[in-house]
Structure formats: C-alpha cells, structure tokens
C-alpha cells in the first residue's frame, strides 16, 4: 500500500480518489488560493503585502499531497495568468506574475509539492516533523521572492531581504503553528473513524 495512503487527507476521505474529484479537489484549492489572496495587508516599506496565500499553498500541499498539491497551485497561476482576478488586490491580475510579488507567487506550485511530499514520507505524524516541512516549504517561498526582488529590480541582496524576507516571518510563524498543530490531529480523528467502518465500506 501506497504510504500516501495514511497521511494525505483527501486519502482518508471516501471516494476523493478517482479522477472526477481529483480534479475538483485540484481547482476547489486553487480557488481557496484565490480567496486567499484576497486577505491583504499593504506594508509601507515593501512592495509585497502580507497575505493569505501562503496559508492556502501549505495547505494545499497537506491536504492534496505533492502531485494535486502542486497541480492546484499551477491551476491558479493559469487563472491569474489568463487575467482572472486570482491575486492580491485583484487589478492587472496576469501583471503580478512579472511584479514584485511574482518570485513569490512562482514558487507556490513548488513549495505546495515540497510539503505535500514530506506529508507523503510521514511528516504529518508528528506535530514537529509537520512543523518543519512547513517552515521548509515557507522558507522555500520567501527566498525565491526575495530573489526575485533582487535578480529582477536590482535590489540589494541584503535590502531585498529586507523587504521579501523578514517582514513576513512573525505571521507566517502564526500559520505554520496553527497548521501544524491541528493536522496531526485531524488525521488521528481520520484514521479512528476509518478504522470502526465495517471492512467492507469502501469496497467498489
């Protein structure tokens, strides 16, 4: 048996496995993404505000696994990139890809598939094994943004740090705690209720 099988949480749900609720599941994050974006906080300092995306991408990659994780998150850059109003403030969508924001937001499809595959090797076990794939999987994010800032504006390195990096740790600290705390336990409850379903309930 798969070792997905136990850890991935659309995996412990009845019928989430064949390719019609696959793709669901695949777009349905891809929009909660998009809502995400939505929670937007302007910093006078730096041209990246602080959003909800980030929270919606680790939980994307918890929930779906590293494939579906990762193919949810390119899903949403197709709908920003086809000029929907996917992202953070929601005007211009498909000009945020090459922006300020766009190291960030090109990273999403990876750091989903990072987390999304530590889960898969078990990482959602334990709270503190979660709690470092996420701080993975976040770090992964605010240093490709902050990259971007420096590669593309020509921002200082130390600088783009500065505005890409650290402004952002104390509320990304909120949501890998808050995520790595209540997984673990939701798959416990999963997992009990799986196991008192007669064996033949999810026979075909």
Request: glycine share 10%; proline share 6%; charged share 10%.
């Amino acid at each position: 048996m798969p070792r997905h099988s136990n850890t991935v949480l659309i995996d412990l749900i009845p019928g989430a496995r064949s390719h019609t609720t696959e793709t669901m599941w695949i777009v349905a994050f891809s929009l909660v993404t998009a809502v995400s974006a939505q929670v937007s906080i302007p910093l006078p300092f730096t041209p990246v505000p602080i959003t909800g995306q980030t929270f919606a991408v680790l939980l994307s990659g918890l929930v779906l696994g590293w494939r579906r994780g990762f193919l949810s998150q390119l899903v949403y850059l197709a709908e920003g990139a086809a000029g929907l109003p996917v992202f953070a403030g929601a005007t211009g969508a498909a000009l945020h890809l090459v922006g300020p924001s766009g190291g960030y937001l090109w990273s999403f499809p990876l750091a989903a598939a990072l987390v999304g595959w530590l889960v898969e090797q078990g990482a959602a076990c334990s709270t503190w094994r979660l709690a470092g794939a996420l701080v993975a999987a976040d770090t992964l994010m605010l240093a490709v943004g902050s990259t971007w800032l420096h590669v593309l504006f020509r921002v200082p390195f130390a600088q783009a740090w500065l505005l890409g990096f650290y402004p952002f740790l104390a509320m990304d600290v909120v949501k890998i705690g808050l995520l790595g705390w209540s997984l673990p336990r939701v798959l416990r409850r999963l997992d009990v209720h799986k196991g008192d379903r007669p064996s033949g309930a999810n026979s075909t």
